[in-house]
Structures are given as structure tokens and as C-alpha cells.
């Protein structure tokens, strides 16, 4: 099976004013409590990212506060696998959001599911320029601030599809 660089990243956009939270596994790769993929528990005073019982757990204490926390990773470029990124947001803004960016380097493209004031959208990144890959009918699958969401994106045989607490679209 050839194995192309993947890079997935845990994506946070978020405009808060206390804590939130962020659990994301990879599922078919590795364990955070040995991550063969070198993620990596780093932080500053604002941002914090540890690993915690096998979770690779985010923590946010700014207003305004862009933050990427990313390590390359191994995925087949053909075959299956799923991928889960798991937050709370407490507090939030309409303008919070939080999701997962993974792409293809050698493609030059990139795909970002997106959640945000409980709807989610995809989009792909390709040559420098954004467009929403389907309009979405994610209206309500997303839970309030507050409350645990998990989005996730899984690749088999019949494609991509991208889940919201249980919602595929």
C-alpha cells in the first residue's frame, strides 16, 4: 500500500472568553499516549495542549485567539480511515468555530470541516483559492456552547463523508 504524506491539523478559530476544551483522535493511526504520528503537547500562557488519558486535549484562555496545532501525519493514500476531533467551547461567540484542516501536499489541496453556531460547512482549498465543496442542511447538528461536539470524516470505498455528532453530510 504507498503511504503519501497526509497533513492533518487541529483547526481552532476561536473567539472566547474562558476555557474551552478539544479531544481529537486518530483513530486508525495511533494512540496519543504514543503517538507515532509526533504530535506533540505544547502551549504558551493562552494555549495549552496536552495529552490526557489518550486525548490530545486543548485548553484557550484569550479573547481573539487564532490557534494551529498540527503535526504531519501518515495516511494511505489509498484505503480507508476515520478521523475525530471532539470540543467544548464555553462562552462562545457567533463568530467561534473549530474544526479539522487534512490535505494532500503533493495535490496542493486541502479540505476543512468547519463547525460553527451549531451548523458545520466543508470547503476545499486548492491553488490559493476557498470553495464550499456541497452546501450543507447541518442547521441544529451542532450543540450549543457548552456542550461536547464531535466532528468527524471518514474515507471508504464510496468516498468521503463528513459527520456532525452522529449527522453525516
Not at 102 to 111: A, D
Not at 155 to 161: C, Q, V
Request: net charge negative; aromatic share 14%.
Amino acid at each position: 500500500m504507498k503511504h503519501n504524506q497526509v497533513i492533518i491539523f487541529v483547526l481552532s478559530l476561536l473567539t472566547i472568553t474562558a476555557q474551552s476544551s478539544a479531544q481529537t483522535t486518530e483513530t486508525l493511526l495511533d494512540h496519543f499516549d504514543e503517538p507515532s504520528s509526533l504530535w506533540s503537547a505544547q502551549g504558551n500562557s493562552t494555549a495549552q495542549a496536552s495529552v490526557e488519558n489518550g486525548f490530545y486535549v486543548l485548553r484557550h484562555n484569550q479573547t481573539q485567539r487564532y490557534a494551529t496545532f498540527s503535526r504531519p501525519t501518515a495516511l494511505p493514500s489509498e484505503g480507508n480511515f476515520y478521523l475525530e476531533t471532539r470540543f467544548r467551547i464555553n462562552n462562545a461567540s457567533p463568530q467561534s468555530s473549530f474544526g479539522l484542516l487534512w490535505g494532500f501536499p503533493e495535490l496542493n489541496t486541502f479540505y476543512c470541516l468547519n463547525g460553527f453556531e451549531q451548523a458545520f460547512n466543508i470547503f476545499e482549498f486548492q491553488n490559493g483559492s476557498y470553495r464550499e465543496l456541497q452546501p450543507t442542511e447541518s442547521e441544529g447538528h451542532l450543540l450549543a456552547s457548552g456542550q461536547w461536539n464531535t466532528l468527524g470524516i471518514r474515507r471508504d470505498e464510496s468516498g468521503l463523508t463528513f459527520y456532525a455528532n452522529g449527522h453525516s453530510s
